[in-house]
């Protein structure tokens, strides 16, 4: 198991020793990430929920004890994690991703749980509607079927060739993305087809890209998953070296080199979550909290990665851009 880590919260709390710290402690709050410690963008995504919890009036190891899992996307690990928190029952848990929330809803009926980040919950059966969850679970979604149809016309719009386009994620985990695909294909996403890329192993991306590359007017649009998240570089470096457009659906990967990115302000889900734990540790019921959909969204492109693809930025691209790259 991953070691578990405490993090502070920033304020004064770093000036009580430790064992003070721990005697004043009061709450329990479980944090569970879908990514590595390591990665960056998991990292800033924790720093936002960590900072919205602290502005509501909670310190760790003053009032509150913050428990920080790292998961890594992988099954085996959020399997043993999510035990051992349940076991040790803390106030509320925060779930990252749907494999972990997934893991969760099947561990506990009782314990607190906001999720965040995950897709589909309804269909899913993790709650029982967005208005009225009904349980211990709410929380807030990330990508629909709408969402996936803009990345793709944001694609085109970039690529005027597009014809095809993979679905690229890793059906153990996200199993759902065949609904999404489903349903994309009976759209009028016309001359534009959709088509499932399945990856599973980080060996699979090369030959999912080359598969896609084989046609002319070939593309990549990779909807949320902590697989391709995680092997995000080598989904870049094979895009690039087979010549081909893709979109992601965060925007810093687009500062790490990304072509493009089209997708919610996860930062600010992220702030929005630590809102509803505030809520739950004064009393409120989870299933009495609407699960939300995201409130804001952004286009991010990234100039010299479409030069190297050998595509030029429509202005009315540039123009419309929450960031641009150059």
Not at 192 to 208: G, K, N
């Amino acid at each position: 198991m991953r070691r578990r880590q405490f993090i502070a919260l920033i304020g004064g709390a770093a000036a009580v020793p430790l064992a003070a710290r721990a005697q004043q402690a009061t709450r329990r709050v479980a944090v569970l990430m879908a990514t590595a410690e390591t990665d960056p963008e998991g990292r800033a995504r924790l720093n936002a929920f960590l900072e919205a919890f602290q502005q509501r009036g909670w310190t760790h190891g003053g009032n509150v004890q913050v428990d920080i899992r790292w998961t890594g996307g992988n099954p085996d690990e959020i399997r043993e994690i999510v035990a051992d928190v349940v076991a040790r029952k803390p106030d509320a848990i925060v779930a990252n991703s749907t494999p972990v929330v997934a893991e969760l809803s099947r561990a506990t009926a009782t314990t607190p749980v906001v999720f965040v980040l995950v897709n589909a919950p309804v269909a899913q059966g993790i709650i029982a509607s967005l208005a009225r969850p009904g349980a211990n679970i709410t929380g807030f979604t990330l990508v629909d079927v709408a969402l996936v149809a803009k990345s793709i016309e944001m694609l085109k719009f970039m690529a005027p060739a597009l014809t095809r386009v993979g679905l690229m994620f890793n059906p153990d985990s996200y199993s759902y993305y065949d609904v999404y695909l489903q349903a994309l294909q009976a759209t009028q996403l016309k001359p534009v087809d959709v088509v499932r890329s399945a990856v599973r192993t980080p060996a699979d991306i090369d030959a999912a890209v080359a598969a896609l590359a084989a046609q002319p007017g070939g593309g990549i649009v990779l909807p949320p998953d902590p697989f391709t998240a995680a092997n995000r570089a080598a989904i870049r470096a094979a895009a690039e070296r087979h010549r081909m457009p893709y979109i992601f659906t965060s925007r810093p990967f687009v500062k790490e080199g990304a072509l493009m990115s089209y997708g919610p302000d996860i930062p600010d889900i992220f702030r929005r979550a630590a809102d509803y734990v505030d809520r739950i540790l004064k009393g409120a019921y989870p299933g009495n909290l609407p699960a939300q959909a995201p409130a804001k969204f952004e286009l991010a492109v990234n100039v010299k990665t479409a030069k190297a693809l050998g595509l030029t930025v429509p202005p009315a691209l540039l123009a419309t851009a929450d960031e641009v790259i150059e």
